[in-house]
């Protein structure tokens, strides 16, 4: 799965739709590639765009991002967060607006558990250890599972797909490897790539699924993301659905391990969590 056979994998993905990366986040990403990145003028590159501007500030005035006073232009948001939370917000904003289309899935639905699990994430990195790359997480919240979409609009049974996997509780990677040659994983990696994320997290969103890849136990920030990732995945499913992730019951101890977590502290993270959500 992880092991790429580049030329075979670009075969299958140019039969589908990979959205292209809108002007402004290259605009942005220019910017923001600067030696010294001017808060200023990526703050009014942003503003520029009311729709994108209106969901970046709807979204860090939620609850969970705890802020003690209404947020209401970009260049503040840039100030209290960072120019590098506020460019994965932007990038993860413009992907969802890129997804057009008849799908097999509500592509609504689909892309609030994405802003759910990126806003648990945002949650769990502000309360686990200070080497969790904060700054990234939201992108990777919102990203890791982007290659769905894809699936989705170009398949019309794929629901049942999805179907399927959950009924046996089971995450679709083998499920959509054996209908469709590929899966959501690699799709994902090749919208991440095409739109320029970061390395690590195109690696990270190739192998979101793949259990093996907190073995090491190296507690680098990749591996801090990733267990991020499980644990938010994971609150998303109590506090929506009363259930576990397909992949929690395999990896959850690792995981906790790598955070430097107890159950015991999971368990009044996920009912603070609850707290705020239902809040």
Not at 48 to 67: E, H, Q, T
Not at 191 to 211: K, M
Request: proline share 4%; with cysteine.
């Amino acid at each position: 799965m992880f092991n790429l056979d580049e030329q075979k994998m670009q075969k299958i993905v140019s039969s589908f739709q990979i959205p292209v990366k809108p002007q402004v986040l290259t605009n942005i990403q220019k910017l923001m590639s600067e030696e010294f990145p001017d808060i200023n003028h990526i703050s009014n590159e942003i503003s520029k765009d009311v729709g994108l501007s209106s969901a970046i500030l709807k979204i860090i005035n939620s609850p969970l991002y705890g802020m003690n006073r209404r947020i209401s232009e970009i260049k503040q948001a840039a100030m209290m967060l960072g120019l590098k939370t506020i460019e994965g917000l932007v990038t993860a904003l413009l992907l969802k607006q890129s997804f057009r289309g008849d799908a097999s899935i509500s592509l609504e639905r689909f892309w609030d558990d994405a802003l759910d699990t990126a806003n648990a994430m945002h949650f769990i990195g502000d309360r686990v250890k200070s080497d969790v790359p904060v700054d990234m997480l939201f992108t990777i919240g919102l990203f890791h599972d982007c290659g769905i979409p894809l699936l989705a609009l170009k398949y019309n049974d794929y629901k049942h797909v999805l179907i399927r996997a959950n009924d046996r509780n089971e995450n679709p990677i083998a499920h959509e490897e054996k209908a469709y040659n590929t899966n959501h994983a690699i799709l994902g990696y090749f919208v991440a790539t095409s739109w320029h994320l970061p390395t690590d997290i195109c690696q990270l969103i190739l192998r979101h699924h793949d259990h093996t890849y907190i073995e090491q136990g190296t507690g680098d920030t990749n591996e801090l993301a990733y267990c991020v990732l499980k644990a938010a995945e994971n609150l998303t499913e109590n506090v929506k659905r009363y259930a576990n992730s397909p992949d929690w019951p395999h990896i959850y101890r690792d995981v906790l391990s790598t955070l430097g977590i107890s159950e015991e502290d999971y368990k009044d993270l996920a009912d603070d969590y609850m707290q705020v959500y239902e809040g």
